[in-house]
Nanobody, 114 residues
Framework: QVQLVESGGGLVQAGGSLRLSCAAYGMILNLNDMHWYRQAPGQVRELVASITAGGMTDYADFVKGRFTISRDNAKSTLYLQMNSLKPEDTANYYC????????WGRGTQVIVFT
């Protein structure tokens, strides 16, 4: 059974960095497109970054140049390196994959303070 477990969130000052991890179980990472989403309190969930099975990446405009999505196939782990963090990046961050259906992790919270 597919399971996704995010980690790496926390409290960080504006301008700082965090690296989120998403450990994937029951699936092969590089056979699937994977995505990071985020949801701020009272807001809709929004797509942050994607990586295809072939390794192509794409980013939402609001994180381009600051965030990097990557994966380690041997560790079966997806990453999101977040630099130059802003208070508006505060949200719960989720990784997701579609195989036979959508699978989501429980999320990891990121709080950026000034």
């Amino acid at each position: 059974q597919v399971q996704l477990v995010e980690s790496g969130g926390g409290l960080v000052q504006a301008g700082g960095s965090l690296r989120l991890s998403c450990a994937a179980y029951g699936m092969i990472l590089n056979l699937n497109d994977m995505h990071w989403y985020r949801q701020a309190p009272g807001q809709v969930r929004e797509l942050v970054a994607s990586i295809t099975a072939g390794g192509m990446t794409d980013y939402a405009d609001f994180v381009k140049g600051r965030f990097t999505i990557s994966r380690d196939n041997a560790k079966s782990t997806l990453y999101l390196q977040m630099n130059s963090l802003k208070p508006e990046d505060t949200a719960n961050y989720y990784c997701t994959v579609f195989i036979d259906r959508d699978y989501w992790g429980r999320g990891t919270q990121v709080i950026v303070f000034t």
